[in-house]
């Protein structure tokens, strides 16, 4: 991405750091910010020396949603045919982790956008929300799967038809997000877990995360069948060698990521 106007890009060893920053609109989605953070997305995969992705936010907000104003005086045949948000699931097609920091509001496309990472760590100031109910409207980015996925029935129900929000406890709760810390302490938390991500082989990281994955979009039967044939070909890599050996020797493994 060549300086980006909607977003702050750095490198933290092997963690690629992915930072809405719209200040003025509480990091509201626009479309310019979508192309930017999946630019910045497909860049960070491609790169093997980078393991793990961190998309965060600001300390007031991960993201307040869509682009309200972008997209109030559209027409329905504008929607469809210009597939408004299709690009993020671009986000569906990364390989590296990625790990979602969210402080503050993470709501309607902020929430979805958070789901669609591979896990929340929430500051204690979190709060989730899909509140397009009240814009007359309902999630359009994948809350209403990916909430019933992440919490049940009930209180994706619940979140979606009353607009109400959660707060990052009942999140932990509720199994949205992965842990909750300090507001000041998220980032050096989501930055550690993302360092742990990516101090990993990077072929035995990819093919855990796709089969994880794959729990949410098979049935059992056949995911514990794609399972077993990326355990087996775990074994084609230098990594899977060097991991055992590593074990039987008593030593730490030296992972060559490949
Ligand atoms: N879009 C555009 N601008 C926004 C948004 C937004 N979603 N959220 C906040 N802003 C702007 C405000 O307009 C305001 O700008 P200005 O100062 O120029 O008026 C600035 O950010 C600060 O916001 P507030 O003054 O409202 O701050 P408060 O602290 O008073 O309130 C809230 C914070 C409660 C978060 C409030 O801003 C709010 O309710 N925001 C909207 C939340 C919302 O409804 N989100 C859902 C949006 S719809 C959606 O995400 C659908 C996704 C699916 C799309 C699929 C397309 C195919």
Redesign the pocket.
Known sequence: VTDPHYILVETRGRVGVITLHRP???N??SIGMMHEVVDALRTFDADEGIGCILLTGSE??FA????????AERSATE?FLRD??GDWEGLNRVRTPVVAAVAG?A????C?LAMMCDTIIAADTAIFGQ??I??G?L???G?SQRLAHAVGKAKAMDMVLTGRTMDAAEAERSGLVSRVVSADQLLDVALEVATTIASKSRVATLLAKDAVKAAFETTLEQGLRYERRLFESAFASEDQKEGMAAFVEKRPPEFRHR
């Open positions: 003025g609109a509480l509201a989605l007031r907000a307040a949603g869509a682009d309200i104003k972008e997209m929607m408004w948000f509001y709501l309607g496309g902020g979805e509140p397009e009240n814009l409207v999630p359009g980015m809350g």
